[in-house]
């Protein structure tokens, strides 16, 4: 099959009864950038900004982030990259900026913690519409959204800083493009406000790696509750579901950018429900457009109705392997 796969993972993403799907990649190095757009897919979904933060011993300088940002929008210029604002906290410290919390998942983490330091926030946003002068692909992202308010405080600093750079370079020539705002959809609560939150944005992402861990309330990372973690729990794909019927009644753009996307029978799961933008690690990406080219949106609507009634992951599973063996 690995053969089939790579021969073939030039062609157009469409399911045999021509349901078009667009594949995009999740990334976090510049490195990855450097691959270049013919390993993009449909662009970058999801740019993790935390990580290269992570890779050094201070805080980078808005300079330094404008290097890194140019990189990553010139690599692809005719593509979206989605940017996401710093998520730190959590599971993902920065040495140089510690945080002691009993419930680190619950505490200071995401925009919670950059809203609450606008310095940072402002630096980066900065650095990121300085980076994207010239271009027009620059879209923003906000991770871990709770609430309305927080939308509208995130936009209110990303206008400041737009304002403040066209100023800045007004007599250069220069353009300065306005970029697309978009948040995670990561924290349940969210799922009660859809209608409101699309008014404020262009595009929503779901994080399905959190918004496992938040719906379940089993921490991602423990070993002891491993077993209870589960993007398969039909409880999550109900909230999956949801989404994407809600997300298009409001006509916002959606993609998934969990890890559920990448995988063969989370990506037939998320077509038959609507979704038709899935954002996945580069690896996945010729073995989903493989699958997505050899199944039918039909079955896969008739495999989510089997999934959503399971009463566990492990018989969505059953399901789900059943079917996939059956495409080799
Ligand atoms: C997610 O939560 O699903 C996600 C894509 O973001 P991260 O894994 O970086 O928290
Ligand atoms: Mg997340």
New binding site residues.
């Given amino acids: 099959i690995s053969e089939r796969i790579n021969a073939e993972s030039d062609q157009p993403c469409q399911s045999q009864d021509g349901c078009r799907m667009s594949l995009f990649i999740?990334a976090g190095l510049s490195a990855e950038a450097e691959l270049g757009s013919a390993n993009m897919g449909a662009g970058i979904g999801?740019f993790?900004t935390e990580i290269p933060f992570m890779m050094r011993e201070r805080f980078p300088s808005e300079k330094e982030q404008v290097e890194l940002y140019r990189q990553i929008l010139s690599a692809a210029p005719d593509l979206p990259i989605t940017m996401r604002t710093l998520?730190v906290g959590g599971d993902k410290p920065l040495p140089y900026f510690p945080i002691n919390e009993e419930n680190p998942f619950l505490g200071w983490r995401g925009v919670r913690l950059t809203l609450d330091h606008p310095e940072i926030f402002l630096v980066q946003i900065r650095a990121m519409l300085r980076a994207s002068i010239g271009f027009d692909n620059l879209q923003i992202m906000l991770?871990m959204i709770s609430s309305v308010g927080e939308v509208e405080e995130a936009r209110r600093l990303i206008d400041q800083a737009f304002f403040e750079i066209r100023d800045e370079i007004k007599d250069s020539g220069e353009r300065l493009n306005k970029p697309r705002i978009g948040i995670?959809l990561?924290v349940p609560s969210v799922l009660y406000q859809l209608p409101q939150l699309a008014k404020q944005v262009d595009f929503f992402s779901v994080?399905?790696?959190?918004?496992t861990q938040y719906l379940l309330a089993v921490d991602r990372n423990n070993t002891r509750v491993a077993g209870l973690y589960n993007s398969y729990h039909p409880a999550v794909l109900g909230a999956l579901y949801d989404i994407v019927k809600q997300a298009n009644v409001s006509q916002v753009p959606v993609t998934v950018?969990?890890?559920i996307a990448g995988e063969p029978g989370g990506a037939i799961l998320l077509m038959g429900m609507g979704y038709r933008r899935l954002s996945m690690n580069a690896f996945n990406l010729r073995k989903v457009n493989w699958l997505i080219r050899n199944v039918n949106l039909s079955e896969s609507k008739h495999l989510l109705s089997r999934a959503l009634t399971s009463s566990s992951h492990q018989e969505v599973f059953l399901h789900l392997n059943q079917y996939l063996e059956s495409k080799g």
């Fill in positions: 999740n999801l993790r998520d991770p995670m990561e994080g399905s790696n959190d918004l950018c969990g890890e």
